[in-house]
């Protein structure tokens, strides 16, 4: 059995921090260990982590390519598991974990990300969602698509062997967003990247917050911009952080 590490990048979610941790509680087998990465929150996020009982890690550079980075540094296990906190897992995630990556051609994956909040459920962004993963890599990176190549974020709970995260340098922490995408695009010359066919829960606070059409449009346009090479940095200001 493999040990696997799961690394949550914070700041300021006290409101979803508690329900993600204690769905992790609950895994079977569980987690060889559970790492908060703060990026210097004023709320009770790193209270409620200690509550929790895992390990609480003071971030040096604050941004979520860069916490990411310094939690998989701070890591022990041989598997590092990527995930947002204000996202839900099943109780078999490890499990499933092992048996996607028992594949030796599967270096990465990640899941089916179902954007839901307290009073519905975002069928049509998380349709979307779904395709982009495929859709993107075949219309921009159409080479390395057929390589196994397929585009996943942050909501999708990415996964990889230690050893291969750290051999494609992993995340730049000098991306404030498409850091994941950049991660896919370098980890692929490695192994196929899977997208598993289970479902994640993510908020859907970002959609709440902007309303379907905004937020579809937003997501199309930071996507084709990128994909042409725009820079991550001039992206930024059209995805603003939400809490």
Known sequence: MSRVSIIIPTLNEAKCLGRTLRHLSLLEPPAWEVLVVDGGSSDETIAI????GVQVISANQCGRAAQSN????????EILCFLHADTLVSDDLVTVIEQTLADKTVVAGGFISLMAGEKTTR???SLHNWLKTYYAPLLFRPHLFFQGLRLLF???????????FWECGGFDSNLPIMEEADLCLKIVRRGRIRLVNRIVQSSDRRVAKWGFFKATAIYLYI???WGVGVSPQYLKQFYQDIR
């Not at 999708?156 to 291969?164: L, N, S």
């Open 223 to 225: 996507g084709f911009l």
């Open 154 to 164: 942050g909501d999708q709970v990415i996964f990889a062997r230690r050893a291969d």
């Open 49 to 52: 982590a200690k509550t929790a």
């Open 123 to 125: 069928w049509g962004v």
């Open 70 to 77: 310094q939690g998989a540094l701070f890591a022990t296990g």
